[in-house]
């Protein structure tokens, strides 16, 4: 396995489907590249946190990018929403160029990031964060609304509750139930699980595997290798800027050098 290997591993999925969304996956998976990151670099000052970078996420999948502290997965996803902006190279979306667009017009476009450590309005309530998550819309919210309290029914019924008083999973949730709000095609999220107690961090996992079989692509950055690559149809490993290694989750969860590095496993 080398970096230009990204074969498919796709299993068979059933689900009903959300608002918005693409085909469900048990409707099958259109191959279509929907985005496309070419020899990306960027650089803070004189320190370069992504060293030419090029992956795709194929529409309707789940891919994920893995590495240890500092391996430049949040400056990847930064760059990608536009918050960052590339030293050099491209990154399209449905075909359409993104390194010149801001955030505004990015997430107009489709994309969304639930960002590391949640950053949920600590002080507005569960239903106005979620309203601020279609702060880009202005058509009626209510079917999503109703989508996304199924989704999450703990959010339901703390409807009214202050989300600074949530606990750290309530508010995982709650920052990835606002992200669906804006109706994104792809969605992003920045290290769930971090921070969260285990069978938290499942709850989390189910989450957005069942959001994935709903027809949503996911692009997922994450240090628990061991979950992420057990939910993505695709894995990059990113160490110091670049990545080193790719395949299918399954492919690099069974790789020796993955297992060693990130999944806390030694040689026998
Ligand atoms: P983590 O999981 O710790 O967030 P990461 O893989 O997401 O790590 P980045 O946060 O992208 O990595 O950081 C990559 C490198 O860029 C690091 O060396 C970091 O110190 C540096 N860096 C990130 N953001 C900034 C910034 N705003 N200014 C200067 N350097 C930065």
Redesign the pocket.
């Known amino acids: 396995m080398n970096v230009a290997s990204t074969g498919n591993t796709v299993g068979k999925v059933t689900s009903a489907g959300g608002p918005g969304f693409g085909n469900k996956r048990s409707e099958g998976l259109s191959g279509k590249i929907l985005l496309k990151v070419s020899d990306l670099k960027v650089s803070?000052?004189g320190?370069e946190?992504?060293r030419g970078i090029s992956f795709d996420v194929p529409e309707g999948e789940i891919v994920t990018l893995i590495?240890?502290?500092?391996?430049?997965?949040?400056?990847?996803l930064?760059s990608i929403v536009g918050l960052e902006k590339p030293a050099s190279g491209s990154i399209t979306f449905n075909g359409m160029e993104l390194t010149s667009m801001g955030t505004e017009q990015i997430v107009k476009n489709g994309i969304t990031l639930v960002p590391?450590g949640r950053r949920v309005f600590v002080n507005l309530s569960v239903y106005e964060n979620l309203r601020m998550g279609a702060y880009l819309r202005n058509d009626d919210l209510a079917k999503d609304l109703d989508w996304v309290y199924s989704l999450f029914p703990r959010l339901k019924e703390r409807h009214w509750q202050a989300a600074g008083t949530l606990s750290g999973g309530e508010q995982q949730m709650l920052a990835i139930a606002r992200a669906l709000m804006s109706r994104p095609q792809m969605i992003m999220m920045?290290?769930p699980s971090l921070g969260l107690a285990p069978i938290i961090v499942q709850e989390v996992f189910d989450i957005i595997r069942e959001i994935n079989h709903q027809g949503m692509t996911i692009l997922l950055?994450e240090?628990n290798a061991n979950m992420a690559l057990k939910a993505a149809d695709k894995g990059y490993v990113?160490e110091t800027?670049r990545i080193t290694l790719s395949g299918t989750g399954k492919d690099l969860a069974e790789n020796q050098e993955v297992k060693e590095a990130y999944l806390g496993k030694s040689r026998k």
Do not use: F
């Open positions: 803070y000052g320190i946190a992504v590495g240890a502290n500092g391996a430049g997965k949040s400056s990847t930064r590391e920045d290290e950055v240090q990113m800027g």
